[in-house]
């Protein structure tokens, strides 16, 4: 999606340090002087960060897979009319934790792939410039994620068995898109995990 700026996705299960790398990109980004924008998925515009509390707060059981489908799209669509455009329109590098990637890898388990792929075309139709799935280990992941004590446990619940399933998921959708794709190992330090992606996007500047 180049309209003058770039956008870079991250991607990865939970817990896999996606947050904390799209964090340190924003900031080497900035510090090297780039109008850099950091945001989020489910979130990333007032109209979207309200869907999100609908979507990873309460019961789980609340929304069918389809409802819960249409909410994650809906919410992406009102962030990039209202945040993602204006900025890439303006030249910023965004920099987004999660895009369609994560509903293409959760939303589209077992056969619900093609109505996943069918709902982006017909409401967002764009895909990052550059997609980093940084690639870790589930156990490791899942301890760093229950290390954290939030109000959205939802996918975390399903534990382990999730985390692997999602670990592949994620693996076979960087082979299907692998241009614009880059996987990078995340069970090393934070601060080595982050040179390999500032080289990365580097590259596509
Ligand atoms: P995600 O956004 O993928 O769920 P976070 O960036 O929030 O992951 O990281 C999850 C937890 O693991 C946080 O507590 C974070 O401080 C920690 N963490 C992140 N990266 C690393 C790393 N490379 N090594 C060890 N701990 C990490
Ligand atoms: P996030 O806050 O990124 O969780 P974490 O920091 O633990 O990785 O995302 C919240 C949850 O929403 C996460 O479990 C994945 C899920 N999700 C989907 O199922 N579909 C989507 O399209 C998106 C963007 C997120």
Redesign the pocket.
């Known amino acids: 999606m180049t309209t003058g700026g770039l956008f870079v996705s991250f991607e ?5 340090g ?2 904390t790398q799209a964090r340190l990109l924003r900031d080497h980004l900035r510090g090297a002087g780039h109008e850099t924008l950091l945001t ?3 979130g990333g515009s007032p109209g979207a960060e309200e869907i999100r509390a609908l ?2 707060q309460g019961d789980p059981d609340r929304w069918s897979a389809e409802t819960e489908l249409l909410l ?1 799209t809906a919410a ?1 669509r009102d962030h990039l009319e209202r945040t993602i455009r204006p900025a890439l329109a303006r030249g910023a590098i965004v920099i987004c ?4 990637d ?2 293409r890898a ?2 589209g388990r077992g056969d619900r792939r093609g109505m996943v792929d069918s709902l982006h075309a017909l409401m967002i139709g764009v895909e990052p410039d550059l997609t980093i799935l940084i690639d870790m280990d589930p156990e490791a992941a899942l301890s760093r ?1 229950k290390a954290r004590a939030t109000a ?1 446990e ?3 619940d399903f534990g382990i068995a999730l985390q692997q399933g999602m670990r592949a998921a994620f693996l076979a959708l960087a082979e299907e898109f692998a241009p614009r794709f880059a996987v990078i190992d995340g069970n090393r330090a934070p601060e080595t995990v982050a040179r390999d992606v500032a080289a990365t996007v580097g590259a596509r500047l």
Request: hydrophobic share 30%.
């Open positions: 990865g299960i939970d817990g896999s996606k947050s989020r998925e489910p979507v990873l994650f992406r934790d999660r895009f369609a994560s509903s959760y939303q994620a959205e939802r996918f975390e």
